[in-house]
Structures are given as structure tokens and as C-alpha cells.
């Protein structure tokens, strides 16, 4: 059963659909303060176009001849070995990440949807980040259809504070 204080995160997820826009949200997310995460880098790619934006990163990935690959075309870059759902071991790293970068290409369609949701809340409880990133189409799709609802009296209450209701308070219906 929900209470009060379930899912009060304040990261922000931002579903990407594609590498060409997973890569278009650095500039403008990334900062020079930021420690970045990315959970599925490959070779380090996307690692190394992070690494130009902030302050420290490191690329993970599942696969050791992947991260072996990734040391070698990068090594003035960290990357380790890492099974994205084990959150423990991320928290060994050491780092106060404030950006996370995930692109797990398992995760595209939609009956992976709920293995997304629980990835993202399990890294979004544990390192509280600003923002997390990731490329999912079948995520940013759904996340275009997802309104909060928002009850009358809700609304009410809105309205009381401001003039005019936003969208996002609107009942929807």
C-alpha cells in the first residue's frame, strides 16, 4: 500500500529515444561540477563526450571485453565492470553522482518497461541524483501519455496559491 512517503524523488528522469538525442542532452544537463555515471557505455563513446562536460565520469558496462575496449580507445577515462541492477556495487565507486547517463539496449521495448521503472527508482533512491538520462524509446513514449492526476480540491488548493492552474493541475477527463 502507497503512503505520503513513497516516490517523493526529486530527480528528474528524462527519456531519450535514440543515441543522437541521448547525446544532445550533455550540453545542455551536463556541468563542470557533475560526477556522471553512465550504466551501459560499450566502448565509452558517450562516456568520452561526458567526460568533455564534467567534472569527473566513469562508463560502466556488463561486458569485461567491453570495458577492456573502452580503457583501451580511452585511457585517460575510468570504466569498470558493472552489472547495472547491482546498485551496491555502483555505491563502491565512491561518488556522489549528480548525473546518471543509462543506455542498456535490453531495455528499447516496451516489455522492459517495468525493469526500467525499477532501475531508475532504485538508482534515483539510492544517489538521489539531479537528473537521470536514458535511452528508451518505449519509455518516452509512455512518459507523453502520463499525466498526474489532480483532484478537484487539489486544484482548488493550486488555484488559491496562484492565479491560474497549469496544465499539469488540470483534472484530466
Same mark, same amino acid.
Given at each position: 500500500?502507497?503512503?505520503?512517503?513513497q516516490f517523493k524523488?526529486?530527480?528528474?528522469?528524462? !527519456?531519450?529515444?535514440?543515441?543522437?538525442? &541521448?547525446?544532445?542532452?550533455?550540453?545542455?544537463?551536463?556541468?563542470?561540477?557533475?560526477?556522471?555515471?553512465?550504466?551501459?557505455?560499450?566502448?565509452?563513446?558517450?562516456?568520452?563526450? %561526458? *567526460?568533455? #562536460?564534467?567534472?569527473?565520469?566513469?562508463?560502466?558496462?556488463?561486458?569485461?571485453?567491453?570495458?577492456?575496449?573502452?580503457?583501451?580507445? #580511452?585511457?585517460?577515462?575510468?570504466?569498470?565492470?558493472?552489472?547495472?541492477?547491482?546498485?551496491?556495487?555502483?555505491?563502491?565507486?565512491?561518488?556522489?553522482?549528480?548525473?546518471? &547517463?543509462?543506455?542498456?539496449?535490453?531495455?528499447?521495448?516496451?516489455? *522492459? /518497461?517495468?525493469?526500467?521503472?525499477?532501475?531508475?527508482?532504485?538508482?534515483?533512491?539510492?544517489f538521489q541524483p539531479?537528473?537521470?538520462?536514458?535511452?528508451?524509446?518505449? /519509455?518516452?513514449?509512455?512518459?507523453?501519455l502520463c499525466r498526474?492526476?489532480?483532484? %478537484?480540491?487539489?486544484?482548488?488548493?493550486?488555484?488559491? #496559491?496562484?492565479?491560474? !492552474?497549469?496544465?499539469?493541475? !488540470?483534472?484530466?477527463?
Amino acid at each position: 500500500m502507497a503512503n505520503e512517503r513513497q516516490f517523493k524523488l526529486r530527480t528528474h528522469f528524462i !527519456a531519450t529515444r535514440g543515441v543522437r538525442e &541521448y547525446r544532445e542532452t550533455i550540453p545542455s544537463l551536463i556541468k563542470s561540477s557533475d560526477q556522471v555515471l553512465e550504466i551501459g557505455c560499450e566502448w565509452g563513446t558517450t562516456t568520452a563526450i %561526458l *567526460a568533455q #562536460h564534467c567534472g569527473a565520469v566513469i562508463g560502466t558496462d556488463i561486458s569485461p571485453d567491453c570495458i577492456a575496449r573502452a580503457r583501451q580507445l #580511452h585511457p585517460d577515462i575510468r570504466f569498470e565492470v558493472l552489472d547495472a541492477f547491482d546498485v551496491r556495487s555502483a555505491l563502491g565507486f565512491g561518488h556522489p553522482f549528480t548525473k546518471i &547517463y543509462v543506455d542498456l539496449s535490453g531495455f528499447s521495448g516496451y516489455r *522492459a /518497461l517495468l525493469d526500467v521503472i525499477s532501475l531508475l527508482t532504485m538508482y534515483a533512491t539510492i544517489f538521489q541524483p539531479e537528473a537521470i538520462v536514458i535511452k528508451s524509446g518505449a /519509455l518516452k513514449q509512455f512518459a507523453t501519455l502520463c499525466r498526474p492526476w489532480r483532484s %478537484l480540491s487539489a486544484l482548488a488548493q493550486s488555484n488559491d #496559491h496562484s492565479e491560474t !492552474a497549469t496544465e499539469d493541475e !488540470a483534472p484530466v477527463g
